[in-house]
């Protein structure tokens, strides 16, 4: 694995507090976790993480969307599409990742992060800090992402106009034992939100 950033702070130390993993879960009544979602553009990443929300929300579950284009609307603002810029992406967003998870939420995040040692990064990150993570490979065709095609970008790469488009002309590493697959193009969204609401009780992570 290579080191993505130089470290440059020195003579800093962790600094523990006095309320535990422990103690936020019983608070909250449940544990926190990091569910990836990774797919092609046009995949439905969005689309069930948000509906995998509003079904948490509904059990009285604590939950957060980290959305891949409302990322970079903010703090990844300055990252562009470059394989380097997007392995920054996935890192940054894999320590905010955990840290929500920290604290109890189960966190949904969802990015095309088409590059399986950007995504081995952020599960080594939670496995360093003792969180649960769940790669959640948001299967669909190329043929059917296309067809969808919710923001016109495969038009937009098919006529040259983007640069690098994963699924075109830069590849897409498909996860090879992810936690949960789904088949957005043979599953209804009652189905998937189904899937990961189970995949969730059966971990022991929501009753």
Not at 11 to 40: P, Q, S, Y
Not at 87 to 95: A, D, L, P, S, T
Not at 119 to 124: G, P, Q
Request: glycine fraction near 10%; charged fraction near 30%.
């Amino acid at each position: 694995m290579t080191e993505v950033v130089e470290r440059k702070a020195t003579n800093v130390h962790w600094h523990d507090g006095e309320v535990t993993r422990g103690d936020r879960a019983a608070m909250l009544g449940h544990k926190g976790v990091t569910l990836w979602f990774t797919g092609l553009s046009g995949s439905g990443k969005s689309t069930v993480a948000v509906a995998v929300e509003k079904a948490l929300t509904a059990r009285g579950v604590l939950s957060y969307r980290l959305d891949g284009d409302n990322i970079r609307l903010g703090i990844n603002s300055n990252l562009g599409f470059s394989a380097e810029d997007r392995q920054e992406n996935i890192r940054r967003v894999g320590e905010i990742s955990k840290l929500f998870a920290d604290t109890g939420v189960v966190v949904l995040s969802s990015f095309i992060s088409p590059y399986s040692e950007d995504r081995a990064l952020v599960r080594k990150v939670h496995e360093e800090g003792d969180l649960p993570f769940m790669e959640v490979f948001i299967d669909c065709s190329l043929e059917a992402a296309e067809e969808r095609d919710p923001k016109g970008l495969y038009k937009k790469a098919r006529a040259g106009e983007i640069r690098g488009f994963t699924g075109i002309d830069d590849p897409y590493e498909a996860p090879v034992n992810p936690e949960l697959h789904l088949r957005t193009d043979q599953m209804t969204l009652e189905e998937e939100v189904d899937a990961v609401i189970k995949s969730l009780q059966q971990r022991g992570i929501i009753v």
